[in-house]
């Protein structure tokens, strides 16, 4: 079994879904991507797995993919975990055999084939363990999340309570130079960085450490995402997604305000 580390992850838990509040209403509105390539910001469904049927995904200009999947009830998705991993975009169509399932542990290797219309839908196929799903997503509209405004320092300095998937939950303070810290309220010391992707998109690359025991990944590191957008009742969110280097332990974590 491989370690949980400083943010737990648990196969359910309620989370407002930052990139757009309501997934069942993730239509219309579309960004100004001019990208040939199937990079962007989009939610929809997942046929074949009734415990896992709403999906929030941005594929980066470099081709990293990053989703949240669960299943969405009035605008609260129960999440059971996330997918990472490196794809490329080909002629109207995304591929990844290198893809992580998170939601289970350690991860479940996984690989996907979307067609795309650039910056406006995907839809294909994952396949994990044999078994396939169906993806189906229009992209974000720009009232809740921007994909291609730049990420602002100013929008997400100054302190968050966040969660994570197992209740911990983690008071973190971002500077306004995007550096970070927090202590989660089991103990283990977190700091990092928080820098937008130098593309110019409405993304930032995360950098996190942990401290020594009782961090569940004593002195370990790891890299991801962040992003920040609006919910539907005007309120702000920022999620957090990231993994070690070995790629053997991820989480999600979030908070409002």
């Keep these: 079994m491989v370690k949980q580390w400083a943010f737990p992850r648990y196969r359910i838990a309620y989370l407002l879904v930052a990139l757009g509040a309501a997934l069942t209403a993730c239509g219309g509105g579309g960004d100004d991507e001019t990208s040939t390539t199937a990079e962007g910001a989009y ?21 990293q993919l990053w989703t949240i999947y669960g299943n969405s009830v009035g605008g609260v998705l129960a999440v059971n975990g996330f997918i990472q991993g490196q794809g490329a975009s080909n002629n109207g169509v995304f591929t990844s055999s290198s893809l992580r399932d998170y939601g289970s542990v350690p991860p479940t290797a996984a690989s996907i084939g979307l067609n795309y219309v650039a910056g406006t839908s995907i839809s294909g196929t ?31 300095s100054g302190t968050w309570m966040l969660s994570a998937l197992g209740g911990v939950t983690l008071p973190l303070t971002i500077a306004s130079n995007g550096t970070a810290s927090g202590v ?3 103990g283990c010391t977190v700091s990092g960085t928080f820098t937008p992707r130098p593309s110019g998109k409405n993304v930032f690359n995360l950098a996190l450490t942990f401290g020594p025991s009782p961090c569940p990944l004593p002195a370990g590191s ?12 005007g309120a702000h969110q920022l999620i957090t997604a990231a993994v070690d280097p070995s790629r053997t332990n991820g989480s999600v974590a979030f908070g409002t305000r």
């Design 184 to 186: 989660t309220s089991a």
């Design 222 to 233: 790891a890299t991801g995402i962040a992003v920040y957008s609006t919910l539907g009742n």
């Design 43 to 63: 939610s929809g469904t997942v046929s074949g797995s009734p415990a896992n049927a709403a999906f929030s995904a941005i594929v980066l200009e470099d081709g």
């Design 126 to 156: 994952l396949t994990e363990l044999g078994t396939n799903f169906g993806i189906s997503g229009t992209t974000i509209p720009t009232a809740n999340f921007n994909y291609n405004a730049p990420a602002s320092l100013t929008s997400i």
